[in-house]
């Protein structure tokens, strides 16, 4: 019995340490499928995201999201019209906020037609790290 009760100390102590070091933030990226891409009348490539954001705190938190491995691609969010370099993005507490986003890229700046993207997400105060998603853009 001794043996059991310190075999529950041990993993009663793991559990606890693992769930004082988890993550607060959390991010999901989902490339639309469908059209895998769409080319604007301006010549640029344009691909859509679902970004979900887990506020894994007790206080509605505000983010900033970027996008690294396109030169010269713009963000923008579904349904503005304002594109920009990052995203100005908020969870409230306890919940996991949905955000549908464009990510728009010249034709003559890709190289391929798939490029490795990093999506990071950064608690605009101390709120925790970055976290980082990596998806790809497709392209013609």
Avoid at 2 to 14: A, E, K, R
Avoid at 27 to 43: E, K, W, Y
Avoid at 78 to 93: F, K, Q
Wanted: aromatic share 4%; no cysteine; hydrophobic share 45%.
């Amino acid at each position: 019995t001794i043996v059991y009760g310190l075999m529950l100390v041990v993993v009663g102590g793991v559990m606890t340490i693992a769930l004082a070091l988890r993550s607060s933030n959390d991010i999901s990226v989902l490339r639309d499928r469908a059209p895998l891409f769409v080319t604007l009348n301006d010549g640029r490539i344009q691909n859509a995201y679902t970004i979900k954001i887990a506020n894994m705190s007790l206080v509605e938190r505000h983010y900033r999201l970027t996008l690294a491995g396109l030169p010269q691609a713009s963000l923008s969010l579904s349904g503005d019209g304002t594109e920009a370099g990052a995203l100005s993005l908020s969870a409230r507490a306890n919940a996991v906020e949905t955000y549908r986003i464009q990510v728009r890229v010249p034709h003559a700046a890709l190289t391929d037609s798939s490029t490795p993207v990093t999506v990071t997400l950064t608690p605009d105060s101390d709120a925790g790290q970055p976290v980082r998603h990596d998806s790809v853009f497709l392209a013609p």
